[in-house]
């Protein structure tokens, strides 16, 4: 059995699979994992006063 890269391993995503957050709210672990971080107490209480400033803007201000 070898480690090689199948085929499947470089495929994209389905759309079926893909959402824009806009289907259901979005919380504050979301929103640290978004940001590429290990979701915390610290940084969960400082996303939560972040979606509470912005609303799901709070999302747009990681993404590009």
Known sequence: MT?????SDFRPT???LLH????????PEDLVMASG???TP??????RQ???KYGAAAVERLMP
């Not at 480690?3 to 085929?7: C, G, I, S, V």
């Not at 610290?42 to 996303?47: G, T």
């Open 42 to 47: 610290e940084l969960i209480e400082k996303a």
């Open 3 to 7: 480690n090689e890269p199948t085929d």
């Open 14 to 16: 389905p759309d079926r």
């Open 50 to 52: 972040d979606l509470e």
């Open 20 to 27: 824009t957050g806009a289907e259901h709210p979005v919380d």
């Open 37 to 39: 971080r290990t979701p």
